[in-house]
């Protein structure tokens, strides 16, 4: 049988939202539903951000009631506060577009998460998840519990970075178990749907897979979590900083010009929200010839550097084009599990130890701020 937007609605009108039996469907808090050709529906719920605590129950009846129709694969669904209710008309277009912190309810933490750190970049192309990947491992060979999420939903790289096939277990409460590899718990949309599968989706359905991800997987006890961020500067950026308390974001860029105008962007943005950052990366750095030994600046060099002092920013290190970094990639063995002591795990390592120097002096308790439109 295939699920239809009329049966998710009827399921939604037994839910109810408040004291007086208003039903979700009649609140107007329900946004548009989306269903793909998997059987996976996809829908948030508008709150304030006061609201976030008591709705978060009416979140879990609505999954449910959702999830028990025949047909249905999976059930995505989110709290969102674009602005806060009653706060007026609607906003003038150049007012919708800025965003500012707000007060953030103190229960959004990720049980027994330390630490989350953002592995962004202001373009594709750059190698961010590569560099993740390996700043994962780099924090785990100082003896760091880790985890990696893959919230790339539109390119998830990490199932084929490390190597993980088959699915992950479903636990109790719909709470789903993490895959591991090299040491790491690892959660990515890749697990969940099929590797050529064009992921056409809007950004609620974004917004509600990367807060199901972060809150509903077991991660257990994490000193950080690591999260490689689709390129951009959208929706799942802001939901990042919106459903937990970044403690920094590390920005991935090349030398070259095109690519750190991206960058400079990416920064700009996690600044706005007051995410601190924690340094940007120069990856494929340089060339050097395998035959010659000659070296080559490809994309250029030291643009990173220059760009992370203008910015006032720390920088974390370069790395170099090679290929035993791609091929390793490619063959699900990263460089830092499978050559620990070379020279290219080397620079993974420093700058992961730079990263967790920085974690470990920071305040760990800053709240996260919560994103609304004026």
Not at 139 to 159: E, F, N, R, T
Request: charged letters at 20%; proline letters at 7%; glycine letters at 10%.
């Amino acid at each position: 049988m295939a699920i239809t937007r009329e049966h998710v609605l009827q399921a939604l009108s037994t839910v109810h939202v408040d004291a007086s039996g208003t039903d979700l469907v009649a609140s107007g808090r329900l946004s548009d539903i989306h269903i793909d050709e998997a059987g996976r529906v996809m829908f948030s719920i508008a709150i304030s951000p006061s609201e976030a605590q008591a709705m978060e129950q009416v979140r879990q009846t609505a999954a449910a009631a959702v999830q028990g129709l025949p047909g249905v694969k999976g059930v995505f669904a989110s709290l969102t506060a674009d602005r806060p209710a009653g706060s007026g008309p609607p906003p003038s277009p150049a007012a919708a577009q800025r965003p500012r912190a707000a007060a953030q309810p103190q229960n959004q933490r990720i049980p027994g998460v330390k630490h989350v750190v953002a592995v962004a970049s202001g373009k594709g192309g750059v190698g961010k998840s590569t560099t993740a990947c390996n700043l994962a491992l780099g924090l785990k060979a100082q003896g760091l519990k880790v985890g990696i999420l893959d919230a790339d939903i539109y390119g998830p790289s990490m199932p084929k970075l490390l190597g993980i096939h088959g699915k992950p277990k479903l636990l109790e409460n719909r709470i789903l178990e993490p895959m591991e590899a090299y040491g790491l718990k690892v959660m990515s949309i890749g697990f969940l749907v099929d590797e050529e599968a064009a992921m056409i989706w809007r950004g609620p359905m974004v917004m509600s897979a990367i807060t199901q991800m972060l809150r509903e997987v077991a991660w257990g006890d994490l000193d950080v979590l690591v999260v490689d961020m689709p390129p951009g500067t959208g929706d799942a950026q802001l939901t990042m900083a919106q459903a937990t308390p970044l403690a920094g974001a590390v920005i991935v860029s090349t030398p070259q010009d095109l690519a750190l105008i991206d960058a400079r962007r990416g920064v700009s943005m996690f600044k706005r929200v007051e995410i601190p950052i924690l340094g940007i990366v120069e990856n494929m750095a340089t060339f050097v010839c395998p035959h010659c030994g000659q070296t080559s600046h490809i994309f250029g060099h030291g643009g990173a550097r220059s760009e992370a002092e203008r910015l006032g920013v720390p920088f974390l290190g370069e790395v170099p084009l090679n290929m035993t970094i791609r091929e390793l990639s490619d063959a699900g063995r990263p460089v830092v599990a499978t050559d620990p002591d070379g020279p290219h795990a080397k620079i993974y390592k420093d700058m992961a130890q730079r990263i967790w120097t920085a974690l470990s002096g920071g305040d760990a308790a800053r709240p996260a701020p919560r994103i609304v439109i004026e």
